[in-house]
């Protein structure tokens, strides 16, 4: 199995029961939906902070983006 359809691979913890019961081939979709959904937040945080610090002063931004960032 693909650690991308991995669904406890991809949650990073194990699967309750009620999922676990689920037949592998639905939780292998399950999989690949988290993963997408995944990489949308990702792209969608990112293009978020970039509108967010379109304001600020070019001379700051590094500093407002590692304040957000963390």
Do not use: C, N, W, Y
Request: hydrophobic share 55%; aromatic share 2%.
């Amino acid at each position: 199995m693909k650690p991308e359809t991995d669904l406890a691979a991809v949650l990073g913890s194990a699967l309750p029961a009620s999922v676990t019961a689920l037949p592998e081939e639905v939780r292998a979709r399950l999989a690949v939906q988290v993963v997408a959904a995944k990489k949308q937040q990702d792209a969608d945080m990112a293009a978020s902070i970039e509108v967010a610090i379109a304001g600020v002063p070019f001379a700051v931004r590094g500093i407002v983006k590692k304040a957000l960032l963390g």
